[in-house]
T-cell receptor, first 116, second 117 residues
Framework: AQSVTQLDSHVSVSEGTPVLLRCNYS??????LFWYVQHPNKGLQLLLK??????LVKGINGFEAEFKKSETSFHLTKPSAHMSDAAEYFC??????????????FGSGTRLSIRP | EAGVTQFPSHSVIEKGQTVTLRCDPI?????LYWYRRVMGKEIKFLLH????????ESGMPNNRFLAERTGGTYSTLKVQPAELEDSGVYFC???????????????FGPGTRLTVL
């Protein structure tokens, strides 16, 4: 069985400071992991994905995430927050990525606020 | 390339009425998914189409929900009769299978916000 836990429901940082959004997963297989972002009144946008290639994944808008199997983590980071980063972020896990029956499971989401 | 589109963006209905949500996937994407987020809860899987066939409908909450994908293009999700607990945001996603891999990365639409009064 697969599951994903986002450790913080809300994170608030000052503009220009680093961002860390935490995600831990549980998976029976080698997982594929994703981060999606939802800006207010917008759809879910793919930020980045890990599907068994390089463990450090770079995404859009300066975000990156590192897959750490020993810690079962896939934390999302950005060196310097921008006001436009304010949104809700979802960590997503997919078991058995290579199967046509592969299913994705969402974390509960982390709302990121940016202080001027 | 146009993204996944959903219609309507917002629907307000009374308990007992019927509502039909529509999703148009990205052209060429055989996989189509429906998800729902009830307020304060996680985004939950409802079902998965491969072309016009239901691959997995294990997430459908009950038989008041009916999803179709005639012709393997757009999909509809009908709720009949709607109940208060059906309120939430309904997301649609589509993906294209990559040879040698799984069903492909899912791309999401903006969602339909359903309010049942």
């Amino acid at each position: 069985a697969q599951s994903v836990t986002q450790l913080d429901s809300h994170v608030s940082v000052s503009e220009g400071t680093p961002v860390l959004l935490r995600c831990n997963y549980s998976s029976s297989y080698s997982p594929s992991l994703f981060w999606y972002v939802q800006h207010p009144n917008k759809g879910l946008q793919l930020l980045l994905k890990y599907t068994s290639a390089a463990t450090l994944v770079k995404g859009i808008n300066g975000f990156e995430a590192e897959f750490k199997k020993s810690e079962t983590s896939f934390h999302l980071t950005k060196p310097s927050a921008h006001m436009s980063d304010a949104a809700e972020y979802f960590c997503v896990v997919s078991d058995n990525w290579y199967s046509s029956a592969s299913k994705i499971i969402f974390g509960s989401g982390t709302r990121l606020s940016i202080r001027p | 390339e146009a993204g996944v589109t959903q219609f309507p963006s917002h629907s307000v209905i009374e308990k007992g009425q019927t509502v039909t949500l529509r999703c148009d996937p990205i052209s060429g994407h055989d996989n189509l998914y429906w998800y729902r987020r009830v307020m304060g809860k996680e985004i939950k899987f409802l079902l998965h189409f491969v072309k016009e066939s239901k691959q997995d409908e294990s997430g459908m909450p009950n038989n008041r929900f009916l999803a179709e994908r005639t012709g393997g293009t757009y999909s509809t999700l009908k709720v009949q009769p709607a109940e208060l607990e059906d309120s939430g945001v309904y997301f649609c996603a589509s993906s294209k299978k990559v040879p040698g891999q799984g069903p492909g990365t899912q791309y999401f639409g903006p969602g339909t916000r359903l309010t049942v009064l």
